[in-house]
Nanobody, 123 residues
Framework: QVQLVESGGGLVQPGGSLRLSCAASGFTFSSYVMSWVRQAPGKGLEWVSTINSGGGSTSYSDSVKGRFTISRDNAKNTLYLQMNSLKPEDTAIYYC????????????????WGQGTQVTVSS
């Protein structure tokens, strides 16, 4: 069956770094656009970043641009998010999600979601 399993979250001090991973199985990972979406406590979903199926094109929200880097390894069926210069406002559950269209800011169009990994930025 389809699985997206995130890992790499945790507690980090402001200014620190974390690298999230998302291991995919049960579908043709290399055919899908992949995104990271987060949800802060008490708030709705917030799109963070998207990478196209081949890995050659990326997009970022203004809130993370210049600090986060999305990448993928299609040979390993794995998506990554390198997060640097973390801020307390980055505290959230981070989800990876797969979509077969270009409407990556429309959460209802995503076909597969992971269970999420908690990132907490606090001193």
């Amino acid at each position: 069956q389809v699985q997206l399993v995130e890992s790499g979250g945790g507690l980090v001090q402001p200014g620190g770094s974390l690298r999230l991973s998302c291991a995919a199985s049960g579908f043709t990972f290399s055919s899908y656009v992949m995104s990271w979406v987060r949800q802060a406590p008490g708030k709705g979903l917030e799109w963070v970043s998207t990478i196209n199926s081949g890995g050659g094109s990326t997009s970022y929200s203004d809130s993370v641009k210049g600090r986060f880097t999305i990448s993928r390894d299609n040979a390993k069926n794995t998506l990554y998010l390198q997060m640097n210069s973390l801020k307390p406002e980055d505290t959230a559950i981070y989800y990876c999600a797969a979509i077969s269209s270009a409407y990556y800011t429309d959460y209802a169009r995503y076909e597969y979601w992971g269970q999420g990994t908690q990132v907490t930025v606090s001193s």
